[in-house]
């Protein structure tokens, strides 16, 4: 396909974009694996002792368990919710349907920083105690507009006539939607909760109003930094990000190409 | 209405449906006998559709009941109702392969796997698919897709089954060899077939009984024979098979002759049982008409040709009547005189066996 756009001049700025996006990145990465302490240029030589000191670190991992299982738990929370907030959005015919989606996605305007102080105040009021449970319940705010969105999307463009034919071959809406209309978004459903979990698993505004005394990762590698700055930080960070990119690319990879599929067969 | 010696199948009793303000049905009573083939022929908006998606219960009527068995089902949801629907598109599970989108419904009641097994088999038999279990639904054509989900619900055994113009999306060729496979299939499996269709050449092929609907209400049922030649009103005349429906005046003239005013013209003739006396409809097949060239003392009324067409095995001409709003269909065998020039004046004549008056009012 030849694009009427390739000209040494749109290439250029697509190479800087790239450049400038990346590089950072690249950097992190590249002293998470450097031999001595320095931070800066030159390169002096690859290890992997600052990895070997951050997997040695009890806080680094307690850290790192929180964050596993806030972002599964509020991922598989989120999942539940949304799948259902998701079918009644989609399938009734209330009058309410267009208000409550409106409130459903709302959290998605706001910034975090507002939601963190909401939630803050709002756990205070009802007498909660800060902790991972907080932050669970914080996240799964968060996260649930995003995954009622991709959810909701894959519910409206799935053929409905296909829960009519269900019906009329005998089976309850419960069978109907074990059976026929759950099948159907699967591959959307997985990928928007592996998205959920990975939203949840690097978010720090929320969780840093919300945590009380614990720790996740993404608020360890911002108090270590406070205290001193070494390699191990971006060993973490390296970490952090591999974690996230992976769930990201799975949210993209099932909730894209099952479009595709949907293009190929064609209607 | 039931077709004598069958037991009551579905009963619709007075039956209304407002979407709104708007009355799709409006007071519909039909009683459809075990086995028996009716379909359900009307343009789009008529309420066909809107009547077979009560019986399946995907509708609550406004008011009235549907009966199926003698049971009433009006409150019953689809899923609990003895019907099955072949709608328009085949809808098959993609999930499912066409075994198991076959096995739906045996699944569901929890049937046996060997007995699954042989009646899937059997089911894609009757279709004529037979071995087609492993088969992805998606590998199929738009024909092998419908048979697919005419398959899907006869493992089941209804005893009504309801059809959505479900061969509207087919190509013609298809269309036509699925209609002898219809007709086939409703032959050996004896469950009630309920056909909704806007192809009046479809209806007449397929039904025991054609209801013709118009705005919600049926205006004829009857076998198709008697709808196509015996049309109740001038809308049934003009929807099944092509007609000339002409506003015409009947008169008592002397001698045992009617008069007809058509248009300014007026003929003579001697009815066998003459038509009353008043404002009418006469309704005349394209076929019926009699075309030679014009010439004193003819026997028919004078008109001028305005436009003919080639039909193969005939012309099809428009002609023109003097005081007649609309012009008149004539079909017309190929002769050796070769057609009539546009322009040309004809005489039109029609035996009276073909005539049909329908009450008209006016206004």
């Given at each position: 396909m030849e694009s009427t756009l390739r000209s040494p001049f749109s290439g250029a700025?697509?190479?800087?974009?790239?450049?400038?996006?990346?590089?950072?990145?690249?950097?992190?990465?590249?002293?998470?694996?450097?031999?001595?302490?320095?931070?800066?240029?030159?390169?002096?030589?690859?290890?992997?002792?600052?990895?070997?000191?951050?997997?040695a670190s009890p806080s680094f991992l307690n850290a790192t368990l929180n964050s596993l299982i806030v972002a599964s738990v509020s991922a598989i929370a989120t999942l539940v919710l949304g799948v259902m907030a998701a079918f009644g959005l989609s399938r009734s015919s209330s009058a309410l349907r267009g208000p409550l989606a409106l409130l459903f996605f709302l959290p998605i305007t706001l910034?975090?920083?507002?939601?963190?102080?909401?939630?803050?105040?709002?756990?205070?009021?009802?007498?909660?105690?800060?902790?991972?449970?907080?932050?669970t319940l914080g996240h799964i705010v968060y996260v649930f507009p995003y995954f009622l969105l991709i959810a909701k999307a894959a519910l409206d463009r799935m053929d409905s006539a296909l829960e009519d034919v269900a019906a009329d071959l005998g089976a309850s809406p419960w069978q109907v939607f074990w059976r026929v209309t759950l099948p159907q978004i699967r591959p959307v459903v997985i990928g928007a909760t592996s998205l959920a979990f990975a939203l949840s698993f690097d978010e720090f505004v929320i969780t840093f109003f919300v945590i009380g005394s614990q720790s996740t990762l993404p608020l360890y590698i911002w108090s270590s930094m406070r205290r001193t700055i070494d390699p191990s930080i971006n060993t973490i960070s390296t970490l952090l990000m591999l974690v996230t990119l992976v769930m990201f690319a799975v949210a993209f990879a099932l909730t894209i190409r099952k479009d595709g599929m949907r293009a190929e067969v064609g209607r | 209405m039931t077709a004598e010696g069958r037991a009551a199948s579905v009963q619709i009793e007075r039956v209304t449906h407002r979407y709104g303000a708007m009355a799709a049905l409006?007071?519909?009573?039909?009683?459809?006998?075990?086995?028996?083939?009716?379909?359900?022929?009307?343009?789009?908006g008529c309420g066909k559709t809107t009547l077979l998606r009560i019986i399946a219960g995907f509708l609550r009527p406004s008011e009235g009941r549907v009966l199926l068995q003698g049971a009433d089902v009006t409150a019953v949801p689809p899923h609990k109702r003895p019907v099955n629907t072949v709608f328009q598109r085949p809808s098959l599970f993609p999930h499912l392969d066409v075994g198991e989108n076959v096995a739906f419904s045996l699944r569901l009641a929890k049937t046996p796997e060997p007995e699954i097994k042989r009646r899937v088999a059997d089911a894609l038999a009757?279709?004529?698919?037979?071995?087609?279990?492993?088969?992805?639904?998606?590998?199929?054509?738009?024909?092998?897709?419908?048979?697919?989900?005419?398959?899907?619900?006869?493992?089941?055994?209804?005893?009504?089954?309801?059809?959505?113009?479900?061969?509207?999306?087919?190509?013609?060729?298809?269309r036509l060899e699925m209609e002898e496979e219809l007709r086939r299939v409703h032959r050996e499996v004896g469950a009630t077939f309920l056909y909704v269709t806007h192809d009046q050449r479809e209806a007449l092929a397929l039904s025991d009984r054609v209801a013709v609907f118009n705005r919600g209400r049926i205006e004829q049922i009857d076998r198709p024979e008697r709808v196509y030649r015996r049309p109740a009103t001038p809308f049934v005349a003009r929807f099944v098979g092509d007609a000339n429906v002409v506003p015409v005046d009947v008169t008592r003239a002397g001698g045992g002759e009617t008069s007809i005013a058509i248009g300014s013209e007026r003929i003579l003739r001697r009815?066998?049982?003459?038509?009353?006396?008043?404002?009418?409809?006469?309704?005349?097949?394209?076929?019926?008409?009699?075309?030679?060239?014009?010439?004193?003392?003819?026997?028919?009324?004078?008109g001028i040709v305005r436009?003919?067409?080639y039909r193969g095995s005939g012309y099809a001409y428009r002609i023109a009547v003097a005081g007649l709003g609309e012009m008149l269909k004539a079909e017309v065998p190929a002769v050796e005189s070769g057609?009539?020039?546009?322009g040309a004046p004809v005489d039109l004549a029609w035996d009276i066996s073909a005539c049909l008056f329908l009450r008209r009012r006016e206004g």
């Open positions: 700025i697509t190479i800087a974009s790239l450049v400038f996006l990346i590089a950072p990145l690249a950097v992190v990465v590249l002293f998470s694996f450097h031999e001595t302490a320095s931070l800066a240029f030159p390169f002096t030589g690859f290890s992997l002792r600052w990895y070997r000191a951050v997997f910034p975090g920083l507002f939601l963190g102080l909401a939630l803050l105040v709002f756990f205070s009021r009802i007498a909660l105690k800060l902790s991972l449970v907080t932050v | 409006s007071d519909i009573d039909l009683t459809i006998g075990q086995g028996e083939f009716v379909t359900f022929l009307g343009p789009s009757l279709v004529r698919l037979p071995g087609y279990e492993r088969r992805a639904s998606h590998e199929l054509s738009g024909g092998q897709m419908q048979r697919v989900a005419l398959a899907r619900v006869l493992v089941a055994r209804p005893r009504v089954l309801l059809l959505d113009e479900p061969l509207s999306a087919l190509d013609l060729a298809i009815f066998p049982q003459s038509p009353e006396p008043g404002p009418a409809w006469l309704v005349l097949r394209p076929e019926a008409l009699l075309l030679s060239e014009a010439a004193p003392r003819a026997p028919g009324i004078p436009d003919f067409a057609p009539f020039a546009i």
